[in-house]
């Protein structure tokens, strides 16, 4: 079946610096992938997300690029924000009912 | 910017009694799903319905559970008799026609005692 591989945390960094959470999938054919967030108190949002090989999908100065060969989906951002400070969800869906796939998530912690 | 909601936000129950989880989807939107989330674990597919129908259940969702749409906003999971291991963060999402992206509620946080 699906499954959704993603970097345990907690991940604890300084402002500006750079991010990187690995997430790895094992699928059939050609899923889709997402990332979702969610900052605390609230539910998941979309952070963004990916339909096909190559593709690169961005948001917030979050990226991630759907790498068929290596079956990942990494996210990196560039310079964090305390704003940040969340927890980061790697996801697929693949077949017709769209039902999500999960990863374990990991908290992001942004110090000053 | 429309949103789902979930109430209550932490239910407390005893072991054996019926929990109902009630959310609100965004108004047009013709998906739902539930998820759950057992602490420290993944988020876990539960159940997607659909036109008035379960169209995908995973097998956590058993007979214990069943999911209504009471009238034309609320989406509900009902618990019949809840054990220990039910206990959980659980997340409603909907989906709009055409669409892939998932909408999530906040979660209500169930503590089975």
């Known amino acids: 079946g699906n499954s959704v591989t993603q970097m345990e945390g907690p991940v604890t960094l300084s402002e500006e610096a750079f991010l990187t959470i690995n997430c790895t999938y094992t699928?059939?054919?050609?899923?889709?992938l997402f990332w979702y967030v969610q900052y605390p108190g609230e539910g998941l949002q979309l952070l963004l997300k990916?339909?096909?090989?190559?593709d690169k999908g961005s948001n917030k100065g979050f990226e991630a690029t759907y790498r068929k060969e290596t079956t990942s989906f990494h996210l990196e951002k560039g310079s964090v924000q305390v704003s940040d400070s969340a927890v980061y969800f790697c996801?697929?869906?693949?077949?017709?009912?769209?039902?999500?796939?999960f990863g374990k998530g990991t908290l992001l912690t942004v110090n000053p | 910017e429309p949103e789902v909601t979930q109430t209550p936000s932490h239910q407390v129950t005893q072991m054996g009694q019926e929990v109902i989880l009630r959310c609100v989807p965004i108004?047009?939107?013709?998906?739902f799903y539930w998820y759950r989330q057992i602490l420290g674990q993944k988020v876990e597919f539960l159940v997607s319905?659909?036109?008035?129908?379960?169209?995908?259940k995973s097998e956590i969702f058993d007979d214990q559970f069943s999911v209504e749409r009471p009238d034309g906003s609320n989406f509900t999971l009902k618990i019949r008799s809840t054990k220990l291991e039910d206990s959980a963060m659980y997340f409603c999402?909907?989906?709009?026609?055409?669409?892939?992206?998932?909408?999530f509620g906040p979660g209500t946080r169930l503590t089975v005692l």
């Open positions: 999402a909907s989906r709009g026609q055409g669409t892939d992206t998932q909408y």
């Open positions: 699928a059939t054919g050609y899923p889709s």
């Open positions: 996801a697929l869906f693949r077949g017709s009912n769209y039902k999500l796939t």
């Open positions: 108004s047009n939107h013709l998906y």
């Open positions: 990916a339909t096909k090989a190559d």
């Open positions: 319905f659909y036109n008035n129908e379960i169209s995908e």
